[in-house]
């Protein structure tokens, strides 16, 4: 498998609920994201790892929680979400900055 | 000043036509440059890097001017699958992430 992979395409889940998004790259870059992307709203930057290390989170709420255990995969902990989460959440990869980003085809959050 | 800023469109346009998108960025430290598409209910994807001396790609050309701090892509003879988001996109984030205009709906008709 080639690519950025995400899965699950789709998730619907409660707010009480705990569940995870997971990434997996396959191109050997150094760098991934977590982006929100809401209707009618640019892409939002969530966190950011470069060679696994967090370099930064742009003032996400706790109850998204970002885990990446090694360069080619990204975790997203999902944990007492609110209905306004809903969205589709996109993993991308990069070999460093000044780079374009490859993107996986995302999540599609639904929050009820 | 949003830090990319695109016309959202839509632009509906006949087949064959040319179309034109700009974009403004507001960090003139940034230093890399895309145009992304997207289509409905996928995810982004890189269309073309966009150079200083400008650059073109077959139908699409790109250019960037950096006193205006402006972006622009032209689409000649569109086709019906050129229907889609264009994203503009800059890098200037604190890590030099891209920043990600909210894109301009392009629909291509008959």
């Known amino acids: 498998e080639t690519g950025v992979t995400q899965t699950p395409r789709h998730l619907v889940m409660g707010m009480t609920n705990k569940k995870s998004l997971k990434c997996e790259q396959h191109l050997g870059h150094n760098a991934m994201y977590w982006y929100k992307q809401s209707a009618k709203k640019p892409l939002e930057l969530m966190f950011v790892?470069?060679?696994?290390?967090?370099?930064e989170n742009n003032s996400v709420p706790s109850r998204f929680s970002p885990e990446c255990p090694n360069s080619s995969h990204l975790f997203l902990h999902l944990h007492t979400l609110q209905p306004e989460d809903s969205a589709l959440y996109l993993c991308?990869?990069?070999?460093?900055?000044?780079?374009?980003?490859?993107f996986g085809s995302g999540t599609r959050l639904t929050v009820v | 000043r949003k830090e990319v800023e695109q016309d959202p469109g839509p632009f509906n346009v006949p087949e064959g036509a040319t179309v034109a998108f700009n974009c403004t960025y507001s960090?003139?430290?940034?230093?890399?440059f895309f145009w992304y598409r997207q289509d409905c209910r996928k995810e982004p994807k890189l269309l073309m890097s966009?150079?200083?001396s400008g650059n073109e790609d077959g139908r699409f050309t790109a250019q960037l001017n950096r006193a205006s701090q402006y972006i622009s892509l032209l689409i000649r003879d569109s086709k019906l699958s050129d229907s889609a988001t264009y994203l503009c996109?800059?890098?200037?984030?604190?890590?030099?992430?891209?920043?990600f205009g909210k894109g301009t709906k392009l629909s291509v008709k008959p």
């Open positions: 790892y470069s060679l696994e290390e967090r370099v």
């Open positions: 960090n003139s430290a940034s230093q890399s």
């Open positions: 996109v800059v890098n200037g984030g604190s890590q030099g992430n891209l920043i």
């Open positions: 966009v150079y200083s």
């Open positions: 991308a990869s990069s070999p460093g900055q000044n780079y374009g980003y490859t």
